[in-house]
């Protein structure tokens, strides 16, 4: 919890620092202060514990802000995909350090843990020194800064406040699926292996999807592909969870992955579009935020599944809350330049 709540509830905070500064070494900060984690298997306090995670969790927070601002200024025209390509990144990333983190255990046991570091440490330099040349070309070729007031925020509250639900409905479902869906298929007589492998395949989908949807709304618009991915995506996943046929289980999560994550880097260079003086704050909401709200959501769901039965409340929670969220989208403004 306590990684979770700074390195999600922290981000709104480094993004007003972003938006003021827009400094390079919060970039490197990211990387630099997470990679302290490794050291976790080496403490035997758990007040040191604590301040290790807690140190942790603020270098997700300073890195995510400021590193979605620089994936649109870096984009040109291509805002849309190249958020989406950052986010697919990241999720890239967390698959590969699983990855090393598993060989050196199977390797050199947890003691070879904190070695890691090594690595996230010399991608922090690397940002911090990488990045100060095109830095200076970035801020000539952005708008100037204003400092946040009441005023300009209270202009678009209603639209971020309206997009951001649409985000927080849809990642609910998304979490929904990770969390319980092996024992709903286990629950309808299916194997342990086979919710995994479902599960996989739905974030194979998810992973490509996003990209796709980054590239759709450059030519489309953001708007329409928030609500065409919840329109696609929502009788999907009804499809999915309620069919008894492996094939059509199969094809109908892939599709509903695909259409629930292609929205995810879109609702990012949204929020940032209709907040362009506070692009990272505005980014922090629709990435920390988010998922620290839904993920909060999900012993709630847990709870009542076990009184009604989990068959009942997976499908129906992914349905009403997908429907919520197409509800909320229609009502989203179209932008200008959309």
């Not at 970039?27 to 995670?53: K, Y």
């Not at 000539?140 to 509250?157: A, M, Q, T, Y």
């Not at 362009?276 to 704050?281: G, I, K, Q, T």
């Amino acid at each position: 919890p306590t990684l979770a709540a700074t390195g999600a509830l922290g981000q709104p905070i480094f993004g007003m620092i972003a938006d003021k500064f827009q400094k390079n070494w919060l970039l490197a900060l990211g990387p630099i202060l997470g990679g302290l984690i490794s050291f976790a298997t080496t403490v035997n306090s758990i007040p040191v514990l604590f301040i290790l995670l807690f140190i942790a969790g603020l270098g997700s927070a300073c890195f995510h802000p400021i590193a979605s601002v620089r994936a649109v200024q870096f984009s040109g025209n291509r805002k849309g995909l190249g958020v989406s390509i950052y986010i697919a990144g990241g999720r890239l990333g967390v698959s590969l350090g699983a990855a090393m983190a598993t060989f050196v255990v199977t390797r050199f046991g947890v003691e070879g843990l904190p070695y890691t570091c090594l690595v996230v440490f010399f991608i922090g330099f690397l940002l911090f020194f990488l990045n100060l040349d095109s830095e200076q070309k970035v801020q000539e070729k952005s708008p100037k800064k204003n400092p946040i007031d009441i005023r300009s925020l209270g202009l678009v509250f209603r639209s971020l406040m309206g997009l951001w639900f649409v985000n927080y409905f849809r990642t609910v479902v998304t979490m929904s699926i990770s969390f319980y869906l092996s024992i709903y298929l286990i629950e309808k007589g299916n194997s342990f292996a086979d919710g995994g492998f479902s599960i996989s395949f739905f974030l194979f989908a998810a992973a490509i999807g996003g990209i796709f949807g980054g590239y759709l709304s450059d030519l489309f618009g953001r708007r329409s592909v928030i609500i065409f991915s919840l329109l696609i995506g929502t009788p999907c996943i009804g499809i999915s969870l309620y069919s008894n046929d492996i094939f059509f289980r199969l094809l109908f999560l892939i599709l509903a992955g695909a259409a629930f994550y292609s929205q995810m880097g879109v609702s990012v260079t949204y929020a940032q579009e209709i907040i362009p003086e506070h692009a990272a704050l505005a980014s922090s909401f629709m990435l920390g935020v988010v998922w620290f709200c839904s993920s909060l959501t999900m012993p709630l769901i847990g709870v009542i599944a076990d009184h009604f039965g989990i068959l009942i409340v997976m499908p129906v929670t992914c349905l009403i809350f997908g429907t919520l969220g197409l509800l909320l989208a229609l009502r989203l403004p179209k932008l200008e330049n959309f």
